[in-house]
């Protein structure tokens, strides 16, 4: 078996694209997408006709300036959701605008909408995860949408206090950030990382044996790899979202693929329980300045391509 067929007996294999063909070419068991990749879709002549067919649903059903653009906006990410959910058997992960990071009760709104719109669409919202960065008030808005029934998948995640936190919130899943975490490092450091000693697979490895050693059902996700590397260290890890050229190099490569995560082998590294309140984390974000650093970059890069989506939208309407 090439390394791609390998993992896959350890790890569940999530795609990270907006594209429909990867998805078939890979036959991934979920599909991630983000304001980035939704833009980058959009914007392919292939993809245009779901632009325009949210367009003329919204127009039809009567809405007009900003409630039509906000509309859309849904409605696209909707269209594209739903046409990944005939393509994977599982779920697809729907991002939360992020220029609403730190509005909890907005977000509750956004994502709320966005459920509703599933199930009008004849999707259950057991197919669907709703992504929300992980500041406290991301967090919190998951807490309350969890309690509802609607599963989460807290993203931009870059430290141990914001994986406790989501994990104390009962959050369904996390997506901690493997290769942003490497940009950081060989940045600040000059310093190339391979292997176990990345410091983004080190992360992840922590928050997997924090959450095995205190028993959290939070599903862990490692996302945003740079090399296979980092991906074949994290083997064993509950689920991997991999991008297209990281999923071809793995299919197309041979060799042993060896579990490194696993209920049993996690091991506890001499963890702590940690105190997930606001003050507790506010703080301790605050002290890691990678991860304050990395979070914030992540929502303004987001929050720019849904403002260019809105852009789109508004000249298409």
Known sequence: MNRLEQLKQFTTVVADTGDFETMRAYAPQDATTNPSLILKAAKQGAYRPLVDRAVSDCKAAGLTGDALVDAV?????????????????????????ARLSFDTAGTLRKAQRLIEIYEEEGISRERVLIKIASTWEGIQAARELEEEGIHCNLTLLFSLIQAVACAEAGVKLISPFVGRIYDWYKKNTGKEYQGAEDPGVQSVRTIFAYYKKFGYPTEVMGASFRNTSQILELAGCDLLTISPEL???????????????????????????????????????????????????GIRKFAADMNELERMVRAAV
């Open 247 to 297: 999923l071809a190099e793995l299919q197309a490569s041979e060799g042993p693929v060896e579990r490194k995560l696993s209920e049993e082998t996690g091991g506890d590294q001499g963890l702590e329980s940690v105190a997930a309140d606001e003050n507790s984390f506010r703080f301790l974000l605050n002290e890691d300045a990678m991860a304050t650093e990395k979070t914030a970059e």
């Open 73 to 97: 906006l849904d409605r696209i990410l909707i269209l594209f959701g739903k046409a990944i959910l005939e393509i994977v058997p599982g779920r697809v992960s729907t991002e939360v605008d």
